[in-house]
């Protein structure tokens, strides 16, 4: 066995952020278990974190009087709804594959150990570094963002004049004057003609803060008020060996954020899977396949898929991954990890069952 070290490493895997590392188990081989080491491979399955944003549109009172006494051009006129699929964050897992449970067996003996994850997938043979597990960051579920025409600002913004006015037209009409005017009083305020200003900064920037809002909750009135919040929902696929072609997989409602693929109510969430690559089996020099080495060490050599999201005819997010189930099952030796002068490591790639790392093991003789 040559002495280098290759990497089969995940492209998914550069630059995401790390959340931790794996909780994990050691397990060795040993009298107790016949020196063999059983584990399962892992499938790729596909989650899905859907961000949806949702919009609510309200008319003002002062609606139809906007573009007359404000000159605004776009303000709300009926109430409406919306959603827009603004994120689509696909990530790649691995899950226990229960057609793929192996026994590794090692001369009696030996010392060799593995560590499972909490799926009791493998992540190491003969090695403690445990490989970091990488999540990117997900988007927190919101809430509806404040009206300006909601708490004490807004109460503070009527007048008596437009209170007692029975007349819809000379409320807007008194309600523009109101902005006008606490526009004048900032922009003294801010210039130093004020006739009594506040008397530090910190009361001055609560006094501003206070004719901003009022002024915001007048404005509201002709605008209307748009409010947004932020729905975040999780779709976990698991796809076979073959290609996807457009599955619906969620839904987005403007009323109800996001929806089971099967609730017609809202619109459509696809996913897509073409495979880019499906590995074979290795050869020998013959060309032949080579045969699994008996009591042998198995690994996945996974193939790659193109992975794409879509929703309202554009594509929301796509990666190229490697997944398990697009390739082949592979072992080896188990002499490799009980070599008195050279044994070596074995890191897995957890979502796979491929090889990440496989080199000699620290301390050993090889050089």
């Known amino acids: 066995m040559k002495k280098n070290v290759f990497l089969l490493c ?17 397990i060795t081989a040993g009298k107790a278990n016949e020196y063999g080491l059983a584990y399962a491979l ?3 399955a596909i989650d899905v974190y859907l961000v949806a944003e949702l919009t609510e549109k309200t008319p003002g009172e002062f609606y139809n009087y906007a573009r007359r ?9 009926k109430p409406r709804l919306s959603a827009e699929l603004k994120q689509a964050i696909i990530v790649p897992k691995g899950m226990p594959d229960a ?18 994850n909490e799926e009791g997938l493998p992540l190491t043979i003969n090695s403690d570094e445990i490989p970091d597990e990488y999540m990117p960051e997900i988007p927190p579920t919101t809430e509806f963002s404040a009206s300006p025409l909601d708490g004490p600002a807004a109460e503070q913004a009527i007048t008596a004049d437009m209170a007692r006015s029975a007349s819809l037209t000379k409320k807007a009409e008194l309600a523009a004057q109101r902005i006008f005017e606490l526009r004048e009083t900032r922009s003294d305020l801010l210039s130093g003609q004020a006739d009594n200003p506040p008397a530090d900064g910190k009361a001055m920037q609560l006094v501003l803060d206070n004719l901003a809002a009022q002024e915001a909750a007048l404005t509201a009135m002709f605008s209307g008020v748009e409010r947004k919040r932020t729905v975040v929902d999780k779709v ?6 073959g290609e996807i072609d457009g599955r619906v997989i969620a839904r987005i409602s403007a009323v109800d954020g996001i929806l089971d693929a099967e609730d017609l109510a809202g619109k459509p969430v696809t996913l897509s899977l073409k ?24 690994y996945r050599i996974p193939g790659t898929a193109l992975v794409t999201v879509d929703y309202d005819g554009r594509t929301i997010s796509a990666i ?16 490799l990890f009980t070599d008195k002068n050279e044994p070596y490591k074995l890191i897995y790639d957890p979502n796979t069952g491929g090889i990440l790392e496989l080199s000699p093991k620290e ?5």
């Open 320 to 335: 190229e991954t490697p997944m398990a189930q697009l390739g082949v099952v592979f072992g080896l030796p188990p002499t």
């Open 363 to 367: 301390g050993s003789a090889a050089k």
């Open 236 to 241: 976990t696929l698991v796809p076979d060996s």
């Open 10 to 26: 995940a492209a998914l895997l550069a630059g995401a952020p790390v959340v931790s590392a794996q909780a994990s188990q050691k």
């Open 42 to 44: 892992p499938l790729t």
């Open 69 to 77: 006494y404000l000159g605004l051009a776009k303000a709300v006129t």
């Open 99 to 116: 057609n793929q449970r192996w026994l590794a067996q090692f001369r009696p003996g030996s010392s060799v150990f593995i560590t499972l």
């Open 275 to 298: 495979i880019s690559e499906a590995p074979s089996l290795p050869v020998n020099e013959k060309g032949q396949p080579k045969t699994f080495p008996r009591g042998g060490v198995p």
